[in-house]
């Protein structure tokens, strides 16, 4: 039966067809190697790197406490120089406003670099809701982060910045900090090509060989950023910022990709234990007595993540 799926698969998306073409903002790309261009290594130019990482404390249908972090790493000929992050506590409750439920934020942080009314949004906007249901009141958390994530790049100064993901304006009011100098590198890719494919795959197949860059429009192309490299990525903005990205993308683990977009993951990520950490000193705090006893399976929880860790049972 599995020899069966795998030859269904082959047969369906991993053939290579000069008619495909790339299906891309409801138009219809021919895929020609005369869009490829070669990438040569340059330096001597700053990179910022700049992800986000995020955990719900709490939550209920009517409220949600979240924890967010933003981290900007910054890069000079491969070395690290200065880096910037910036913490929060998200507090988002459902309000009835003019015959409408509406989400509302506060922020909790010595540096609030979003505006909190760019966070209050109905729960049935489009940018959030998920097909014809109202949106869970934790999408809001989602929303400040790549808020945070873009008012973070504008504040670093350097010659470029990068950041994790596309350009594309997802939530409402994101288009307020959305403007700047940016370039963002996506590790996935939902495109697709007229016969099924995938482009990241299918341009891999057909590329020619060393660094290249193929591009799709003004904005967007796929990047092959190390001669070796296994994958393609999806990249938009300044284009003048790959020549310098080459250099960033050679570590052994994932080649191709920018070890600089690797870093700041794993500093901006909330870890489980993080996460449970900030959950316990929250509700055990004697004067949020009458909150804990909503929340006593992830006391509970808490307690016994904690026993086995200090015990040696979790390492």
């Not at 869970?136 to 994790?164: C, G, H, Y």
Request: glycine share 4%; with cysteine; proline share 3%.
């Amino acid at each position: 039966m599995l020899d069966q799926i795998s030859q269904e698969i082959k047969q369906t998306i991993l053939n290579y067809n000069s008619e495909d073409s790339l299906i891309f903002k409801t138009r219809i790309i021919p895929l020609s190697k005369e869009h490829f261009s070669p990438i040569i290594e340059q330096n001597n130019k700053t990179i910022a790197f700049i992800d986000g990482g995020q955990a719900e404390i709490l939550a209920a249908g009517n409220f949600c406490l979240s924890f967010i972090r933003v981290y900007a790493q910054v890069f000079s000929n491969n070395q690290k120089m200065s880096s910037y992050k910036n913490e929060f506590y998200l507090f988002t409750k459902a309000e009835y406003l003019n015959n409408e439920l509406y989400y509302k934020s506060k922020i909790y942080s010595e540096n609030k670099i979003i505006n909190e009314d760019d966070l209050t949004i109905s729960s049935m906007d489009s940018s959030i809701r998920t097909g014809q249901e109202r949106a869970p009141i934790s999408k809001i958390t989602n929303m400040a982060r790549r808020f945070a994530e873009l008012s973070l790049a504008k504040q670093v100064a350097t010659d470029f910045v990068i950041l994790d993901g596309t350009l594309e304006t997802t939530y409402k009011n994101e288009e307020n900090y959305l403007q700047g100098n940016f370039s963002a590198l996506a590790k996935s890719s939902t495109l697709f090509t007229t016969l099924g494919n995938s482009p990241v795959v299918l341009l891999k197949k057909i590329g020619p060989l060393g660094c290249w860059n193929y591009q799709v429009d003004e904005l967007t192309s796929f990047v092959k950023l190390h001669p070796h490299a296994k994958y393609v990525f999806r990249f938009e903005g300044n284009k003048e910022v790959l020549p310098y990205l080459i250099q960033n993308s050679k570590d052994a683990l994932f080649l191709g990709y920018p070890y600089g977009l690797l870093h700041v993951d794993r500093m901006a990520r909330v870890s489980n234990m993080e996460k449970q950490s900030l959950m316990m000193r929250f509700l055990l705090k004697a004067e949020n007595k009458e909150i804990s006893d909503y929340f006593k399976f992830e006391i509970n929880s808490v307690i016994r993540l904690r026993i086995l860790f200090n015990s040696g049972s979790l390492t």
